[in-house]
């Protein structure tokens, strides 16, 4: 069966530094990676998805990049945080090629101080 | 862009008593997809629809969907302390095979007394 692992699992930054958070997938081939954020009030927004290696589209202009340097990892970054990044952020994949159902990584709580 | 409502944004419900949460689209509606977040974990895949009338079932948790009203309502029978939390529903932009982004509603929080 398929797994999806997001470390870590909470993280205090201050504003300013850099941010790197990892989301492996296990149990599949070639997924669909997506990275989403989910803010009080706001919603679930979508950052970024990946059809494949190397391959990234952004939905929102703003202080954050991914990357996908593996075939079942995914990794979103910023080289400075801002206040604005605190949120709560969701890693999902699913099977590529399709546009199938989305399944859930247990997310990571990025507080910027 | 696509909106979707979720109406209540909030339910309290004594356990035994039964409860439906409606989705509404601006747009048509594509798929339409039901997931549930304990607070501070991520969410939990539910059910998909993809047909007007189409109707499935899970345990005591029904959704529907009407597609000419490009609403959706999950509807939970006997609602059990256990299924408190955040249900999203969430939606495709298009029909076709490349359209793998999901908009998402806010959410309604289901709290159940036991």
């Known amino acids: 069966s398929q797994t999806i692992h997001q470390w870590p699992a909470t993280l205090v930054q201050p504003v300013g530094s850099p941010l790197s958070l990892e989301c492996t997938v296990e149990g599949t081939s070639n997924p669909n990676l997506y990275w989403y954020r989910q803010a009080a009030g706001r919603g679930l927004q979508l950052l970024f998805y990946s059809v494949g290696i190397g391959q990234i589209s952004s939905e929102v202009p703003q202080n954050l990049s991914a990357s996908r340097p593996q075939d079942r990892q995914f990794i979103l970054s910023s080289k400075k945080l801002l206040l604005s990044d605190s949120g709560f952020y969701l890693c999902?994949?699913?099977?590529?090629?399709?546009?199938?159902?989305?399944?859930f990584g247990p997310g990571t709580r990025l507080t910027v101080l | 862009s696509q909106e979707l409502e979720q109406s209540p944004q909030s339910l309290i419900v004594q356990e035994g008593k039964n409860l439906t949460i409606n989705c509404t689209s601006s747009?048509?509606?594509?798929?339409l997809y039901w997931y549930k977040q304990k607070y501070g974990e991520g969410l939990i895949f539910l059910m998909m629809l993809q047909k007007g009338g189409e109707e499935k079932s899970h345990e005591k948790i029904t959704a529907k969907l009407d597609e000419k009203k490009q609403q959706s309502s999950l509807h939970i029978t006997a609602s059990q302390p256990s299924h408190a939390g955040i249900y999203l529903c969430?939606?495709?932009?298009?029909?076709?095979?490349?359209?793998?982004?999901?908009?998402f509603g806010k959410g309604t929080l289901l709290t159940v007394n036991p």
């Open positions: 747009k048509t509606l594509y798929g």
């Open positions: 969430g939606a495709r932009g298009g029909s076709g095979g490349s359209n793998y982004k999901l908009t």
């Open positions: 999902a994949w699913s099977v590529r090629r399709i546009a199938d159902t989305q399944y």
